[in-house]
């Protein structure tokens, strides 16, 4: 069985308590680090599979870009315990076959991977 391990970054009580009985009686999820302040998530989160941060007002934590940017393999789970909800946050690798070489076919696919990287918020 593979273990998944997790960070769980700084966080309010009640994500800490939601997110060990997540784990209790799950014998592949392993929680590795818990930490306090963005330093020491970000240098924990080199031995982690998956990040959970909490999320305010709905909105992915700046935290969540930056652990990408720097470990482009981990999923990050993102928490609104007030507002009950989340999401997960990760990259995708993704390769699209082009069938035909040509001009048209191209430029189709540059603007393909500008309009995807604009829906992502990259420029």
Same mark, same amino acid.
């Given at each position: 069985?593979?273990?998944?391990?997790?960070?769980?970054?700084?966080?309010?009580?009640?994500?800490?308590?939601?997110?060990?009985?997540?784990? #209790?009686?799950?014998?592949? @999820?392993?929680?590795?680090?818990?930490?306090? &302040?963005? $330093?020491?998530?970000?240098? *924990? /989160? !080199? +031995?982690?599979?998956?990040?959970?941060?909490?999320?305010?007002?709905?909105?992915?934590? #700046?935290?969540?870009?930056? @652990?990408?940017?720097?470990?482009?393999?981990? &999923?990050? $789970?993102?928490?609104?315990? *007030? /507002? !009950? +909800?989340?999401a997960v946050y990760?990259?995708?690798?993704?390769?699209?076959?082009?069938? #035909?070489?040509?001009?048209?076919?191209?430029?189709?696919?540059?603007?393909?991977?500008?309009?995807?990287?604009?829906?992502?918020?990259? +420029?």
């Amino acid at each position: 069985m593979r273990r998944i391990r997790i960070a769980l970054g700084e966080a309010p009580a009640e994500l800490h308590r939601l997110v060990e009985q997540s784990l #209790a009686g799950q014998p592949d @999820l392993t929680l590795v680090a818990a930490t306090s &302040g963005e $330093v020491g998530l970000m240098l *924990e /989160a !080199g +031995r982690a599979d998956v990040v959970v941060v909490a999320m305010h007002r709905g909105e992915i934590p #700046a935290v969540a870009e930056r @652990l990408l940017d720097e470990y482009p393999l981990v &999923g990050v $789970v993102c928490v609104d315990v *007030e /507002a !009950g +909800r989340g999401a997960v946050y990760r990259l995708r690798p993704s390769l699209e076959p082009m069938d #035909a070489v040509s001009p048209d076919a191209i430029a189709a696919a540059i603007r393909s991977v500008a309009e995807n990287n604009a829906a992502w918020g990259y +420029r």
